[in-house]
Structure formats: structure tokens, C-alpha cells
């Protein structure tokens, strides 16, 4: 027994071989990231969720031993398996960019136009609720980017913030399961900006309906509703757009993003 544990700690001595560590540039990264999003520190800050401080910090060559390490890993993956492991980890970015919208460029021109209206009114309809919130939510955040340092957008999602990256200035209130008929509360804290967004909630709330109306006529309003009566789009300044939102069965996919079918008309 003394012989055994006199050879452990004769091992225990050994010193145990090192690795080379991988180059990894998280600084270079985030100045990337900055340059092609085209934020300031204070607002970049607030959608990594830290401090401005720190983020700078961090830009400048401060230490961020947990992110290097993650990089480290990724690194040794091959590219694909690299990207498909991010794009499993990340939520969904609506935007025109994306190529379930952007692979129809005719429909994507269409879309730009819709985001340079100063007021007015874009209603999108559609069976499901997912499209639909991709397709409004896209055209929030491309509206958003037009001058990404500003606040361009304000409004109510009932959906939590889950579904896909938030759009900046929206409130989502998780409430998407609530029963049919239950008025929602929604208080006057949220004012219309360049842009009011309302995505299931012109339906749950009485008191948001004369806002929207009258926002129509200083900035443009978007709605996302299963369906919208016409009577209701009387109450609305032009110009007033409607988008259809549905899905191709005759696409051999299983992905309602790849099989998703647009149209726009104007009223």
C-alpha cells in the first residue's frame, strides 16, 4: 500500500502536457460586428445585453476568457458544421435579406418601396401565425436598419420574444395564448415612432384601434392579424398596402419559410 501511494505521488509530479491554443480575435470580431451593423457602442451594448463600458472594453483587447474559449472549439469544426451549429443556436433574423424573402427579387423590391412610405398603412394576413410574425417582424427590422441608431420602431408584439430576434422598441407581452374575447391592457407608455407595429394586438385591443388610426396618418402603421375585415381598413390613411402571406403545398419541402408565398396589392 505505501509503495502504491508513493507511486501516485511520484505521478502527480509529471507535468501534464499543454496544448497550443488557437488564435482567436474576438476584438476584430466585434468591430465587425459594429461597422456592419452600424451601431454605436451604447446601442450595440444594449442589444448584447452588457454595459457600453464594457463593450468598448472588450473592442480595445480587454480579456473575455469564456468567449475565446467558445471560439477555440468552433474553430476546430469545419466550416458547415461551424455554421449550422450557430445557425441551430441563434434565433431566426427576419429581415429582407433573408433568402426566404430575398430569393424572389421582384418581391423584395416590392417590400423596400413599402419601407420608404412615411405613413400609411401595411396589413399582413395569413393562416399562420409564424409566417405571418416573420414577414411583419422582416419588415421591422429592414425599417430599423435604414438609420439603425435612431428609435424607428415602437409598438406591441403578443407574442413573447422568443420567436425570432426582437425588433428594438417593440413590447412583447407573451400573451399570444390567451383566450379569444380577453381584452388586452396595454397602457399608454408605448408612443408611435416612424414606424407603430402592432402584430396580434389590433384584434386583442379595443383601445389600441383609434391610436393605430390616427398614428396612420403621421408614420406608417403594420399590422399582423389572421385576417383583417374590410370595413376595418376605412378607418386607416393611405396609402394602404395588404400582404398575403401563405404556403405553397405544391413545394416539396418541410420548411413553411421555404415554402412561403407573398403577395401585395394596394387598396
Request: glycine share 4%.
Amino acid at each position: 500500500m505505501a509503495a502504491k501511494h508513493l507511486a501516485m505521488n511520484k505521478d502527480s509530479t509529471i507535468p501534464t502536457p499543454t496544448t497550443p491554443l488557437a488564435p482567436v480575435r474576438v476584438p476584430e470580431i466585434l468591430r465587425t460586428l459594429r461597422r456592419e451593423l452600424g451601431l454605436n457602442y451604447r446601442n450595440m451594448a444594449k442589444f448584447a445585453g452588457v454595459g457600453a463600458t464594457t463593450l468598448h472594453d472588450w473592442t480595445e483587447g480587454a480579456p473575455v476568457d469564456q468567449i475565446e474559449a467558445l471560439l477555440r472549439l468552433l474553430s476546430r469544426l469545419p466550416s458547415a458544421a461551424r455554421n449550422s451549429a450557430l445557425d441551430a443556436t441563434c434565433p431566426a433574423m427576419p429581415s429582407l435579406n433573408h433568402v426566404s424573402i430575398a430569393r424572389d427579387r421582384l418581391l423584395t423590391g416590392y417590400l423596400r418601396e413599402l419601407l420608404a412610405i412615411t405613413h400609411g398603412t401595411t396589413i399582413v394576413v395569413g393562416e399562420s401565425e409564424y409566417l405571418r410574425t416573420f414577414v411583419a417582424t422582416a419588415l421591422a427590422h429592414s425599417f430599423a436598419t435604414l438609420n439603425p441608431n435612431q428609435k424607428n420602431v415602437s409598438g406591441y408584439d403578443v407574442h413573447a420574444p422568443t420567436w425570432f430576434v426582437p425588433v428594438d422598441g417593440v413590447t412583447y407581452l407573451n400573451a399570444w395564448k390567451r383566450r379569444n374575447g380577453q381584452e388586452l391592457i396595454l397602457g399608454e407608455s408605448v408612443k408611435p415612432a416612424k414606424m407603430f407595429f402592432l402584430n396580434g394586438v389590433y384584434s386583442r385591443s379595443t383601445a389600441v384601434r383609434p391610436r393605430a388610426h390616427s398614428a396612420s396618418k403621421i408614420c406608417h402603421v403594420v399590422i399582423a392579424e389572421q385576417s383583417m375585415a374590410r370595413s376595418d381598413f376605412a378607418h386607416f390613411e393611405t396609402p394602404k398596402h395588404l400582404i398575403t402571406v401563405s404556403v405553397d403545398r405544391n413545394t416539396n419541402s418541410s420548411d413553411d419559410l421555404e415554402r412561403m408565398q407573398i403577395q401585395i396589392r394596394e387598396f
